[in-house]
């Protein structure tokens, strides 16, 4: 095991370096100057090559990626241009609401998901399967920005259950945190909900076909036995694949959300960094980023030996 | 073949029941909690506003976000009242010697900064040394020859030549010449520590959040007599707390004033407005303090000669953009606002709103403009008053015979390449909200530097007379020579007085008067 994560976190050192320069170069593409944007629309072209000289943006592309690696190899992913604060405190300061989001969004979306598939491949063809679809369906396609401010409308100004917005810290108290977070995780979760519920219908469809399951029913197994052992089990492999990369997007890519919902997280963060070409801010965000994958990553291929026994990493 | 028996069918059945059960249970168990209460209190005030502050650096903030912050922690040796004029603040009383070159300011006795200390002249003198040295509008300040504190509660700024508008110059709330701890002399720009004199102080700031403002205990409030006006006179904080909540997205900020989550809320857009006016609890505002421009590149080819640009002029009509763009707005040809010192009535109003494409064809023709030739017009979808009028702007330009190529591109690309001139742009559109309010010398660096403006000798001359003039008749006069020249030259294209849309809970906040940026003093809360 010990052995498996060596070498898989080894094997993401070139990857996170080819993430670093292209993140770099990426931002460099873009026109707009973040000097003129700091110094505010009255300032003169002195001041802002004042500002471009202490930020070093006026050195040669070169030497900027050569610094920032340089930097980067001594584990110094920078300071914001922005924000008076380095790369990690911003992202440190953020991440807890990310991950909160993530967390409660993949508790909502793993057990719905799954029960939805298995309920689809289950009664293959039949009325439920068609709704089960459906729903799965409605939760891929419609956009999560209208499915956010409806549910805003209907839960937090019409009934009055949920607060319309904002985040409260874990660290002032459990259901606070749950209630601020519960209308946004769950608006998040549609998505994923739909994505899961097709994947896990798919690979449910493929396993019911083989001939140990009607071996099983033809022994008389309980027909819950038949489903979770001898079904769901052997669709896991898939079932944990799709999981560990809706966790990876929905840390990351849970912008809109964040957005509609002014939670204080990763994804409004980088946004508002590329809008102000921040760019070191977007360049360390985006290679934490890289980190956090490559460990799902890794955290998923430990889960595929515990789930499937056959599994052998040699 | 198998087939499944009758037995195996119901089996089969039961357990679908028992699984969609506990599909259904997963999907609503989350919902079934109440709501929260959130902060909803007598005494803190929350504002939903579209965004955080970027800085509360005051020498070097200059968005509109971070003013309202500002203007509740820190202040200046003189402020703006309520008529954008200049009125002392930490001032008690400020002589203007004859030549204009010398201001002596005497300070308000026992004025204390939030960390204890009182405010004296070594502090106001260290305050405009920093500004000197890092703000960006630093420049204003290039004909300062000497500062002195000959006592404690006296300031001397002595300057190398008239400048009849100097106290106006020290008013801006743009990059405000604020009074900061002397200590944070040698802070680096954006890293001061957030300590001013003003009836708030910062308690909290969570990026991307929200912010907290604290009533400050030890507030020297003006006892001179003064009423609260404007920025100055008698300030009093009359509610513990003041909570900035950053909320982007407009619906969000409108369920959050729906809810009580908000007692007041800012930047409605027009078409959301029916969501809020049919309740008898809260008031739609509309504010129409701001002023939407095109500006012309005097230096790009097509828009290089006086008659091009003169002929681009005539082919708008502001109505069907004022239709188009999502802002409030009002007809205004004038470059000022109306009751200010400056405005000068109908003066130049015949450069406004000509909507003649048939004359301006010809005078395209006649400017050498070729059928084919493209005006390139820039804008941004970051501000969509700004792309919608651009539109507006390119269909008006067809009508006229003139053909163009809208792009559009994001506000940070767009902003620099108005700043630089860069970017092969004709045409852009922006909006001024301080510009107007402040008059002539706030106007002076956007009227060059936006288009580009190079050898323009009345221009230059006009602008001469206006800060060496003594007489405030001769000011105006040469204010209005800077205007035509302006609108004339067609720099600058008006196309309305614009503003923003907030809306307030009125049985919460009864007596908020507007402004043209929001103040949390003198407010109660019910």
Redesign the interface.
Known sequence: MLRLITFRLAHAVPILLIIAVLAFLLMQLLPGDPAVLMAGEGATPQAIQEIRQRLNLDQPLVRQLGTWLLHLAQGDLGSSLQLNQTVVSAVAERLPVSLSLAAISLLITVPAGIMLGVVAAYARDSWLDAVAMAVALIGVSVPTFWIAILSVILFSVTLGWLPSAGYVPLSEGFVPWLLALIQPAIVLALFQIGFLARMTRSAMLDVLDQDFIRTARAKGVVESVVLWKHAFRNTLIAVLTVVGYIFSLLIGGSVIVEQVFALPGVGRLVVQAVLTRDYPLVQGTLLLFGFIFVLINIATDILYLIVDPRVRYD | M?T?TAS?KS??SR??SI??G??AL??VS??A????S?GKNAETIIYGNTAGP??LDPF????TVDLEVMHHIFEGLVGMDANYAAKPMLASKIDVAPDGKTFTFQLRKGVKFHNGKEMTAADVQASFERYRKL?????VLADVTEYSTPDPYTFIIKLSKTNAVFLDVLKSP??PFVVLPAEQKDKPA??VDIIGTGPYKLAEW?????LTLEKFDDYAVDTTGKPADGLVGKKEALVRNVRY?????A??RI??L??G?ADIIANVPRDLVARIEGRPDLEVRRLLACQQYFIVNTQQPGTDTPEMRQAIRTAIGVDDIMAAISRPTKRSHAMTIPGGEYYNGDLNNQYYDQKNPKLAGELARKAGYKPGQKIQLMTTA?YPEFRDAILVLSEQLKEAGIDSEVHV?????N???M??GG?NWNISSTQFCSNPNLGPQQWK??VYNFPHVKNDGTLDAAYDKFYTSQDLADRKTAWNQIEKQVLDQAYMIKIADTGLIQALNKKRLPSFDDYYINRFWNVPLK
Do not use: C
Not at chain 2, 33 to 36: H, L, N, S
Not at chain 2, 135 to 139: L, Q, Y
Not at chain 2, 409 to 413: L, N, Q, V
């Open positions: 198998i499944a195996q089996k089969k357990y679908l699984l969609m506990i599909t997963v999907g989350a919902l909690a109440p709501a929260q959130q970027g800085t070097v903030g200059s968005s703000s960006p509008n630093a420049s743009v990059y954006r890293e969570r990026k991307d959040s929200h909540r950053f909320m982007p997205e619906n969000s369920a959050a729906q809810t989550e970051t591109i994001d506000w940070a690309t902003a620099a390449n700043q630089s970017g660096f956007m």
